[in-house]
């Protein structure tokens, strides 16, 4: 008899929107969402095969979900059971494996799970509708959703399997994003990260564009924040850079994704931009949005990388007004068209390349956040941490802590940032203003 679920969730933020929907369905079902370190009767894991430590992580978790649950259910649903499901079947104590279509109809495999074994439910059309009608609310922390508006990719980037595990682009109904929106700020969350895995290319049915969508949920929807995930550097409109400069709804950040420094790499890569534009867009950023945050993501260690393809790189980077990159090191991905390349950067040099770059992030992130010190942030409360300190995220996505009297959670306040420790900044609220 299952009665109490839990979830990990692996990867991007699109998986975060996926798993929110599925507990907001079966919490409504009735089942008990506990926490993912207490034991329960089911574990669902929302996997990811982006890299091979993502898969990796993706075994981790199962295997941690056996020891915190020795007797309970394991689910394995998302990208890596879309990608191998059969490997996943050999690894104990996994009971039912669906893939991306498949794992929005959970509930009617559960009763199913009673009768023991491993089921595969993995069919090879991945591009059908994944939106969740309006109702079921991506609902996320209590402050922050993540709604999901894009699916699928069209880009072919070479390392890149997603557009396999997930279909081509297709984007959420218009009015079904302004509903959902409206639902989400009824339940009293503050910020909507509208999320995606290629979110510059939602076109509604009517021709809309993701700046029209900004701007439909700002005049229509009291949401206080809306935050943009990652998105690519050539699907970004000066009228979405104008927007987020004057309305102050907008959180000051972007996440863009870099991937080399190199133009020849990033032409095997068949990325669709090259350096120049990438610093343009980068800049233009920077010089029109004030105290705005921009993060990257870097691929190190791609078939033909040579040390001076990756000294440009790091080059790259460090003029940048960048406040912080995600590192990754590439490893071949079943049909993706690197995987036909000979991955020729050893190992060795892969590691080393990605903590090089690493160390490099934390020296901007440290830089950036300097900046702050003795300046107001908006600052979103979350939760209090171990310490008796609210924790917080700036609409510039800096991590603020104060001490409070008053409860702060799911509040918007303004903070003075006195010092940074580490990755994380100090402040009080101020209270008069
Ligand atoms: S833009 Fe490139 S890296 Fe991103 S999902 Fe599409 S194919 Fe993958």
Do not use: W
């Amino acid at each position: 008899m299952i009665n109490t679920v839990s979830f990990r969730t692996l990867g991007c933020r699109l998986n975060q929107s996926e798993s929110d929907s599925i507990q907001y369905e079966l919490q409504n079902a009735g089942f008990t969402i506990v926490d993912k370190k207490v034991p329960s009767d089911l574990t669902i894991i929302n996997s990811c095969a982006v890299t091979r430590q993502a898969e990796a992580k993706t075994r981790g978790a199962i295997a941690a979900a056996r020891r915190i649950s020795p007797n309970g259910k394991i689910v394995v649903v998302g990208c890596y059971a879309q990608l191998s499901a059969q490997d996943l079947k050999h690894l104990s104590g996994v009971n039912l494996i669906l893939g991306n279509n498949e794992k929005y109809r959970i509930m009617d495999f559960l009763n199913g799970l009673e009768d023991g074994g491993t089921e595969i439910r993995v069919s090879d059309e991945v591009g059908g509708n994944t939106f969740s009608p309006p109702g079921i609310i991506s609902r996320g922390t209590h402050t922050r959703a993540h709604m999901k508006i894009q699916e699928g990719c069209d880009y072919r980037c070479a390392y890149c399997v997603i557009p396999l595990l997930r279909g081509g682009t297709r984007s959420r109904n218009f009015a079904d994003c302004i509903a959902e929106a409206k639902l989400l700020v009824e339940q009293g969350i503050k910020e909507i990260v509208l999320s995606g895995i290629n979110i510059g290319t939602y076109m509604s049915e009517g021709g809309r564009d993701l700046t029209d969508l900004i701007e439909s949920l700002l005049k229509e929807t009291d949401i206080q924040r809306l935050r943009i995930s990652s998105i690519e550097p050539d699907l970004i409109p000066d009228r979405l850079i104008a927007l987020m400069k004057h309305e102050p709804r907008i959180c000051r950040h972007f996440h863009i994704p870099l991937q080399h420094g190199s133009n020849e790499i990033l032409g095997l890569m068949r990325r669709r931009y090259r350096v120049e534009s990438y610093i343009e867009i980068v800049e233009k950023i920077a010089g029109s949005v004030p105290e705005v945050c921009i993060g990257t993501d870097v691929l190190v260690g791609f078939p033909g990388e040579s040390e001076e393809h990756f000294i440009e790189t790091a080059k790259l980077l460090e003029r940048l007004p960048l406040a912080y990159f995600h590192v990754f090191r590439f490893s071949a991905r079943p049909e993706t068209a690197a995987s036909k390349l000979r991955d020729n950067v050893k190992i060795r040099d892969k590691k080393i390349r990605s903590e090089q770059l690493r160390k490099l992030s934390e020296t901007c992130s440290n830089h950036f956040l300097r900046r702050f010190v003795g300046k107001k942030l908006r600052v979103l409360f979350e939760k209090k941490n171990k310490s008796g300190l609210y924790e917080g995220l700036s609409d510039n996505y800096i991590k603020v802590n104060v001490k409070s009297k008053e409860p702060l959670i799911n509040q918007i306040k303004n903070v003075a940032i006195t010092q940074i420790n580490g990755a994380v900044a100090q402040g009080e609220v101020v209270v008069c203003e």
